[in-house]
């Protein structure tokens, strides 16, 4: 079994920044993957950035150019550094790794981005 503990979240201004992290422990000899994304009251869950073992990372358009995820493999922690806030940002912020074919979630963190 995999878990992943996420912390970070909480409320700030437009334009502010916020870190999010995420730990990952239990059954993780071969992470592929580790990545975030969000879900805001009455919408899907969607993709916010994902990094590979090998370092490539992927971003939703809406967040490139203020957000950054990154990763440090001896800590198995995956970080997401989200800069320039915009009230559309608000959601709950999920934890997702793929360990060899198998996708884990974490519980999610609340970011609330106020005007």
């Known amino acids: 079994q995999v878990q992943l503990v996420e912390s970070g979240g909480g409320l700030v201004q437009a334009g502010g920044s916020l870190r999010l992290s995420c730990v990952a422990s239990g059954s993780i000899f071969n992470i592929n993957s580790m990545g975030w994304y969000r879900q805001a009251p009455g919408k899907q869950r969607e993709l916010v950035a994902t990094?590979?073992?090998?370092?490539?990372?992927i971003y939703a358009d809406s967040v490139k150019g203020r957000f950054t995820i990154s990763r440090d493999r001896a800590k198995n922690t995956v970080y997401l550094q989200m800069n320039s806030l915009k009230l559309e940002d608000t959601a709950v912020y999920y934890c997702?790794?793929?360990?060899?074919?198998?996708?884990?979630w974490g519980q999610g963190t609340q970011v609330t981005v106020s005007s």
């Open positions: 990094i590979t073992s090998g370092g490539r990372t």
């Open positions: 997702s790794v793929i360990v060899d074919i198998r996708g884990y």
